[in-house]
């Protein structure tokens, strides 16, 4: 290799001439949005590795490790059952107040939990981001699965509550399923939405709680849902009965218990949400990946 | 080779590149009363700096150079490499363009640290772009070659529990498992004990041999003089001088000197 190149200034073709001449791409394009699903694709291994190494990662000095997953809903609807079926006795309002209540904060659950970790998708993994070159959506991506995985254990937990407080088997326990699957698309479009506007807007993270508990008390998590139509009408009513996180919520009951008043019918919500996870599903992908190139600038 | 037509692999043309720092709040502006203050007032905030690391970066590097890129800490060497790897974004008004997909070779890739050794490994290809399968066939080699095993079986334990030095011998093992177009190497001659050290030059010149172009970031003199032909010299994010080692080099050696 005896070539020696002295290039202190060039003549001739200027940058962008050359640079069309010889095909190369600006270092950082943007890559249009089918390209970047495929780039995504590829990745698959990746989001479901760091997934997976997240959970281990968080449970892994724990000394009951994996049994977490199990005992953190199981203490969780304790918690509930000891203060609103033992010391305030709320059953009278409601036929099988417990599975009920449960129903409510598992569901919500899962949507907080996303929203709380996907705030931080970004921001919290910038050394990674900053040294390697993937596809930005992959984090929050595998947030949004590793919230799915703990799903999976909180609803057997759930389905267990609802069991032992008498409500029968039947076939329309099957409609959990779609259910779910349509809030998770939800759940990986706002935990890209709130990724990117976290690696931003660093005090997001500081409002969260407070945006979360306003959330809770509009999606009939600790009341039944009766409630609203009771004390609320005209837009008021209907902003709380659009609420995507009470549409899930209303559509597990609907699922798993007989008698429950629900918001609308049930046609009425599965197209709501049906909506909802599209909207927000493609919204918050499209969202993410206009910034794609910005994530590393911090 | 194509010394009758030099192809272009990395086009730098007036690339400014800055950083946005948050949370670098000095003494006085920790009261909320200040805070509050700055944004009655509409003054930009201070938590949030700019850093212009690189200001206004222009050259060609061509197929086949290996290029040494030396400067004083903090002159921007780093930040030239990222945004050459498209990692971190140039401001308007300039670009740089690259054939293909340029890997940064760097020993600062964060892995997860409450992860064990063979984890993060598998973690770390996934991210590069290995299917499962080629990351089930290399797992032992990048073990074996980062030599974190010498002692015991290491691999199986968590990373937070490996030295300074063994943890940066597996990340260039990691990196350095993958084959690129354009390479950019920062610092990694630099990590670990002298055996390890040959070790990862030898691989460097074998990935050099595979990849159209390198680029070399390093304090060391000596390995910079003995890969790379060109050199190319930044300080406080300026290229100050551009054009064959040994004369780059002469002239940053008298300005450290002064």
Redesign the interface.
Known sequence: ?A??????S?TGPT??E??RK????????LPSLPEYTRQLW??R??IW??AS?KV???L??TRLGMIWQVLTPLINAGVYYVIFGVLLNTKRDTDNFIAYLCAGVFIFGYTQSVVQTGVQAVSG?L????????PRASLPISIALVEARNMIASMAVLIAIVLFTGEPINWQWLLIIPALLLQTIFNAGAAMLVSRLGSKL?DLRQLIPFIMRVWLYGSAVLYPVTKYTEHLHGWKLAVIEANPVLVFIELIRHALMENVTLAGSPMLLWTEAAVWALVVGIGGYAYFWRGE??Y??? | MA?TE????????NAHI??????SIGPHQSSPLSSFKRLVTRQKSTAIREVHAVKGA???A?R???IGLIGTNGSGKSTLL?????????ERGG?????G????L?V???L?N??SGE?NV???C????M??AQVKEKVDDIIEFSGINERGDFSSL?MRTYSSGMSARLRFAIAAAKKHDVLLIDEALATGDAKFRKRSEQRVRDLRAEAGTVFLVSHSEQSIRDTC??SIWLEGGVIKA???TEDVMKEYETFVKK
């Open positions: 290799m070539q020696t190149t002295v290039v202190e060039y940058p962008q050359l640079a010889y095909g190369l791409g600006t270092a950082g394009r590829a990745y291994h990746f590795e760091f190494a281990s990662a968080a892994g000095n993994n050394g990674l981001i900053r040294a390697l070159h993937f660093h190139k910005g590393g600038r911090g | 010394d030099r192809v272009p692999t990395i086009i730098a043309d800055i950083y946005r720092i948050h949370g222009s050259f060609v061509y086949g150079e290996a990222r945004a050459i790897a498209g990692l971190l974004p140039v670009a740089i363009y690259a054939s997909q340029p890997s940064l760097g600062n890739a964060a997860m409450d992860l984890r598998t973690l770390g996934l991210a590069m772009g299917t499962p968590p032909e060109r551009d054009g064959p």
